[in-house]
């Protein structure tokens, strides 16, 4: 996308901040992810639509609403209610908004705002390249069902927040922030890269195993005339 670019399809049913964003340094010639993906500079600010598989994705049948502006608590680092450790313990039936994702072992620690579905359902890109967000229309990290967050991997610019996505390694950590002060902690199992039209939906958005989070960015080959990405890479924890 510029990291998150094009349409992030999502199927059915599945702030400004003080604080300043954290993403890691990149040593002094380490770009070759950049060029082994033929990155081509994209427009700032770019914001059309990230295609996450081919069908919306929304809450189903539970309705509670999303706040628009979460508060800025930072959260403490207890893994109680909600926590997305483990295989579903702790999953509550509601929880409190998102506001900052942290990755240790990518050097990542950001905002998490909330992102809005267009009118073919598929999640719009976070504006900033230095944040990351969520979709509010689906479960808020560490309640029963798969939670998304997507963020850019690159921009005209250079690395953007998701760019060092693709080293993360199974039994990485990744915490989720609340608004309550709570934090929601998942473990990376693995990383899977799909082109854009043939995402499984079923095996990335299905969850039966109570709390799990994908994170989303772009990869694979750039499209120079679509000026886009052709794959989507896609870290699964729970």
Known sequence: MSGV????PVPSG???????????PVPSGDMSGVASESVAPVPHGVGSPVPLGGTPLGKGARSAPVSESPSDTRAGSGTGSGSGTG??????ADVANPVRLRVPAI???????????DAKGRLVAPERFDRVGWNKAGPEPGEQGVAVIAGHVDSATGPAVFYRLRQLRKGDRVHVDRADGSTATFVVGRLARYPKSRIPNKE??????????????CGGTFDRTRRSYRD??????R
Do not use: D, Q
Request: glycine fraction near 14%.
């Open 5 to 8: 670019a094009s349409a992030v």
């Open 14 to 24: 599945a702030m400004s901040g003080v604080v300043p964003e954290s993403v890691a």
């Open 87 to 92: 295989s579903g313990t702790g999953v509550a």
């Open 107 to 117: 050097g990542v620690s950001t905002r998490v705002t909330p992102l809005r579905l």
């Open 204 to 217: 990335v958005y299905g969850s039966g195993r109570g709390a799990e989070l994908r994170l989303i960015t």
């Open 232 to 237: 989507n890479l896609i870290v699964f924890a």
